[in-house]
């Protein structure tokens, strides 16, 4: 059975960090393309970085260039989504999906067929 658990998500003051983890079980994040999404209520949720494993290819939606930085350590099968220079907008329930059918980075929900649970991030200002 495939099981993501992400977790790492918390309460942090504007300008604060985080990272967040999902853990892979049932499946090796070794070839695979891994994302983080994120959504906020009552709005569709939107990928904003992923990582394609075969060639450590890496995605950022604008509003997070420079401030999230994607990886992952195929020796745990986790990957991280160190969150920089949080901002109350970044607030949202965030999630990671893994892509078995591409090995590039794409931006269609609808391609991720294995989800994690979510973890919560709230910025204060």
């Known amino acids: 059975e495939v099981q993501l658990q992400a977790s790492g998500g918390g309460l942090v003051q504007a300008g604060g960090s985080l990272r967040l983890s999902c853990v892979a079980s049932g499946l090796s994040f070794d070839t695979y393309t891994i994302a983080w999404f994120r959504q906020d209520p009552g709005k569709e949720r939107d990928v904003i970085s992923c990582?394609?494993?075969?060639?450590?290819?890496?995605y950022y939606v604008d509003s997070v260039k420079g401030r999230f930085t994607i990886s992952s350590d195929s020796a745990k099968n986790t990957v991280y989504l160190q969150m920089n220079s949080l901002r109350p907008e970044d607030t949202a329930v965030y999630y990671c999906a893994v892509d078995r059918w591409d090995n590039y980075c794409i931006l269609r929900k609808a391609s991720y067929d294995y989800w994690g649970q979510g973890t919560q991030v709230t910025v204060s200002s």
């Open positions: 990582i394609a494993s075969t060639t450590g290819t890496t």
